[in-house]
């Protein structure tokens, strides 16, 4: 019986099921069949089969090529018999000639004008050859060439009949391949090339439980651009784009073989670390935080060049959370803090799943200022959950009612009680608290003093503190941009003698006197008091009656000052700045009374001082001994946020 002849040689009915999956599959500009061709030659079955057609055909030299699908070039894939992969060059003229043939046929090349004058035939004294094309379906994805052995047109059927099993199994890998490939792409993220949205969970609850059941441990990272809504804003979304896609590969090349990342969404990434605990993770983040920092992208078709950071918020299973729900929770609210923080930073969940600390807050008073100090301890405290905050106040003069004794003998009996940190603000002699506590290896953090002149006798963990002089020049730029660098201006200080005072009118007048139409008529103290700072407001209007602004070194002789100058009818050609951004001033702001004041943030400073406390406790990273707490400038465009 005649054998039944194949319509193709890389044909079969079992496969048209699957011959819409033979189509190209894009992803940024790349197809997917050419990504994977390599590793597909390098299969056993698809080598074998080589091995075969090479020996079967008594070829002298075999290779195997493609087009290209993105960029419409011809790729060389792989070579077999005698190949030398140092002419694939040459070898490619004679592709752009073969790579026409769209079926099963030989080639005399002796009368191929075309090929036979060509330095790749004429090196290796080729005498004919043999076209197979590679077909998936109606696609050609490529051909293989057999060199050397004389074959004619009329043996093509036995040719056929040949190839036809080494074939199909070549076309039926092929399309097993695609198919994997296509059913990946729903998770990819055709920007960058990561894994999707999707596929971070899916494979995060996989990872979790693997975790769970073999007591691994396992991180999570969320990443996020900072500032990258005004850097597409100024440069637009086709050079944002770029850059995301940059910054993925930053990330895919930093990270190690078993860590996975995705796009989360936006400009934010995500990675899942298998294997990995707290520690490895931040050394992990770390890397990668300085990898994209260090790079420079070209902006405006390159003639700018620009360097953007990224915040870093983790978590790790099973210290923060044993849910993955809860990782990326825990992630999420580090990540952030990096942000709240002032960005460019990792920072680790602060939130543990252990008994209690213990954390002692002592400050030389309850003032507005060190309320709401306390306030950003609290919250901090309570968004944790594994802190207690015990809270000891005195007051910094010793004839005080005994209050200051008695806050003395309090930490005494606290650092007795071995607790796991001290937060203290007092300028009278502490030193030997500091002492016994460094002997109780128990942390000492000062917060809100002038740390270069206090001088402790012992170790103290970290300053959190706010410069006094850097807040005073901040405050002078606003105040020439006010007056327009031309104008008459009064300083109404504290006590002329205390060294925040000084500071922050050192830094004021540094500002201002760099402007010689910015006259600075008089600084009177009124003792940080706002009934003396009403009295001395007054005075100044009344002996400066061109009188432009006031400059109060605190919020409440501000608030002072600004009764003052309804009183005299001039609320509205007087500007008032104060310094501290307490309620009352904030309020006072919003009513269009008090211009502005320079927010010390003591909420914020709060916040920083308890975090910083737990990443050195719980955490046992190794923390800065100087930790600064933001400050800035609030005025009526932008004070609802405070209120």
């Known amino acids: 019986m005649k054998t039944k002849k194949p319509k193709s040689a890389f044909k079969s009915s079992k496969t048209k099921s699957l011959q819409r999956a033979t189509k190209p599959v894009e992803v940024s500009n790349v197809t997917l069949t050419n990504l994977v061709l390599r590793d597909f030659f390098k299969k056993k079955a698809i080598e074998s089969a080589l091995a075969k057609i090479l020996k079967s055909s008594k070829a002298h030299m075999l290779s195997v090529w493609a087009r290209d699908e993105a960029t419409n070039r011809i790729e060389f894939i792989t070579g077999a018999g005698k190949h030398k992969k140092g002419q694939v060059n040459k070898e490619k003229q004679v592709m752009e000639i073969l790579l026409k043939k769209n079926k099963i046929c030989a080639i005399d090349i002796d009368k191929n004008k075309e090929i036979k004058n060509l330095s790749f035939v004429k090196d290796n004294k080729l005498v004919s050859s043999v076209v197979i094309p590679m077909k998936a379906g109606e696609q050609n994805i490529g051909i293989i060439l057999l060199y050397n052995q004389e074959y004619s047109n ?61 007591k691994y441990p396992l991180s999570v990272l969320m990443i996020d651009i900072d500032h990258f809504k005004i850097f597409n804003d100024k440069y637009g979304h086709l050079v944002g784009d770029k850059v ?58 390159g003639t700018e ?28 609210e580090a990540l952030y803090l990096a942000k709240e923080e002032g960005r460019n930073r990792v920072c680790p969940s602060l939130i543990t799943r252990k008994d209690k600390n213990r954390f002692v807050f002592c400050s030389s008073s309850l003032s507005p200022f060190y309320s709401n100090v306390l306030r950003g301890v609290k919250e901090v405290a309570e968004e944790v959950g594994s802190v207690d905050v015990i809270v000891l106040s005195g007051s910094d003069d010793p004839n005080y009612g005994g209050r200051y004794e008695k806050q003395l003998g309090s930490l005494r009996k ?13 300028k009278q002699n502490v030193g030997d608290i500091i002492v016994k506590a460094n002997k109780a290896k128990i942390p000492i953090f000062v917060f809100n003093l002038n740390t270069l002149k206090m001088n402790p006798p012992g170790k103290i963990a970290s300053y959190i503190y706010y410069e006094q002089k850097e807040a005073g020049r901040m405050v002078g730029h606003f105040m020439v941009r006010l007056l327009r660098t ?24 540094e500002v201002v006197k760099k402007y010689p139409a910015i006259k600075i008529v008089e600084s009177r103290p009124a003792d940080w008091n706002r009934d003396k700072a009403k009295l001395v407001a007054k005075e100044l209007i009344k002996k400066y009656p061109h009188l432009d602004a006031f400059f109060c070194l605190s919020d409440e002789m501000a608030l002072g000052a600004v009764e003052a100058v309804k009183e005299a009818g001039k609320i509205n050609k007087i500007f008032t700045m104060g310094f501290d951004g307490n309620k009352n001033a904030i309020q006072s702001i919003k009513k269009r009374e008090l211009f ?36 800035m400038i609030i005025d009526s465009q932008n004070v609802d946020p405070y209120l």
């Open 305 to 332: 060049k620009v360097q953007l950071t990224i915040s870093i918020g983790l978590s790790s299973y099973p210290e923060n959370a044993i849910f993955y729900g809860d990782l990326v929770k825990k992630a999420d």
């Open 486 to 509: 031309e104008g008459n201006v009064a300083i109404i200080e504290g006590i002329s003698e205390g060294s925040d005072s000084i500071d922050r009118k050192k830094g004021f007048i």
């Open 154 to 214: 009329l043996g093509l059927d036995k040719l056929n009949k040949l190839f036809y099993t080494e074939m199909m199994t070549i076309q039926n890998e092929y399309l097993k391949e695609r198919v994997a490939i296509l059913l990946n792409t729903a998770n990819i993220d055709s920007l960058t090339t990561l894994y999707n949205h999707r596929s971070f969970y899916e494979t995060l609850i996989k990872e979790v439980s693997k975790a769970n059941r073999f």
């Open 414 to 426: 606290a650092i007795e009680d071995k607790v796991d940190a001290i937060g203290l603000c007092s």
């Open 596 to 631: 502005a004041t320079l927010n010390t943030n003591p909420v914020g400073m709060g916040k920083v001082l308890m975090r910083t406390v737990l990443r050195n406790t719980i955490k046992e990273e190794v923390i800065s001994p100087r930790t600064k707490s933001p400050v």
């Open 244 to 301: 995301l896609y940059v910054i993925s590969e930053i990330i895919r090349d930093t990270i190690r073989a078993y860590d996975i990342p995705f796009r989360y969404g936006g400009e934010e990434i995500a990675v899942i670390c298998p294997y990995t605990n707290r520690h490895q993770a931040l050394c992990a983040a770390e890397r990668i935080r300085k990898s994209v920092e260090n790079y420079v992208f070209n902006a405006n078709g």
